[in-house]
T-cell receptor, first 113, second 111 residues
Framework: KAGVTQTPRYLIKTRGQQVTLSCSPI?????VSWYQQTPGQGLQFLFE???????NKGNFPGRFSGRQFSNSRSEMNVSTLELGDSALYLC????????????FGNGTRLTVT | QKEVEQNSGPLSVPEGAIASLNCTYS??????FFWYRQYSGKSPELIMS????GDKEDGRFTAQLNKASQYVSLLIRDSQPSDSATYLC???????????FGSGTQLTVLP
């Protein structure tokens, strides 16, 4: 079974621009979560989608948004990029059962200059 | 107090030894506990999940959970150089997919 697929793997953007990251979950997984990983803050939860609905949101500004499509694929968008948004963005999918573990994709490395 | 705390590390053990990684959490409502391994430059990989008090073994890995003490640990027996990685403890409140991660413990297994 294919794992979680994230595209692109690397992105370089300029301050003020916006970016869209894509995630395809493991087949059959309907929950998709997004996390940001930085050396200083570690892994931090951004949001979770299930059946096209955002179920939980972390403590990030409104510049960070996401959505999920009917095929469970998800996108996250960051508008008005700041230098501090440089990070590894990780998508994870999980089965429907509430305590099912997350399975992470390879991530998108975003660099903001 | 951080919600999930891990040994700051780094932790070095000789090949063949037992590596012990510890994690404490602050929220007594936490229901699910996970250990992830992350190699440098890679994404986290699930190693173990544990939901009830006691031990859970999977190959060379044993997870231990003590909810009364709010403590979860991971033991790696017969450590191998390929086990050298950062180990992340993650905690999940019941019915929420919002994992809270510790800062990780960097483990080095010396040949």
């Amino acid at each position: 079974k294919a794992g979680v697929t994230q595209t692109p793997r690397y992105l370089i953007k300029t301050r003020g621009q916006q970016v869209t990251l894509s995630c395809s979950p493991i087949s059959g997984h309907r929950s998709v979560s997004w996390y940001q990983q930085t050396p200083g803050q570690g892994l931090q939860f951004l949001f979770e989608y299930f059946s096209e609905t955002q179920r939980n949101k972390g403590n990030f500004p409104g510049r960070f948004s996401g959505r999920q499509f009917s095929n469970s694929r998800s996108e996250m968008n960051v508008s008005t990029l700041e230098l501090g948004d440089s990070a590894l963005y990780l998508c994870a999918s999980a089965m429907t059962e509430p305590n099912s573990p997350l399975h992470f994709g390879n991530g998108t490395r975003l660099t903001v200059t | 107090q951080k919600e999930v705390e891990q040994n700051s590390g780094p932790l070095s053990v000789p090949e063949g030894a037992i590596a012990s990684l510890n994690c404490t959490y602050s929220d007594r409502g936490s229901q699910s506990f996970f250990w992830y391994r992350q190699y440098s430059g890679k994404s986290p990989e699930l190693i173990m999940s544990i939901y009830s008090n006691g031990d859970k073994e999977d190959g060379r890995f044993t997870a231990q959970l003590n909810k009364a003490s709010q403590y979860v640990s991971l033991l790696i027996r017969d450590s191998q150089p390929s086990d050298s990685a950062t180990y992340l403890c993650a905690v999940n409140k019941y019915s929420a997919r919002q994992l809270t991660f510790g800062s990780g413990t960097q483990l080095t297994v010396l040949p």
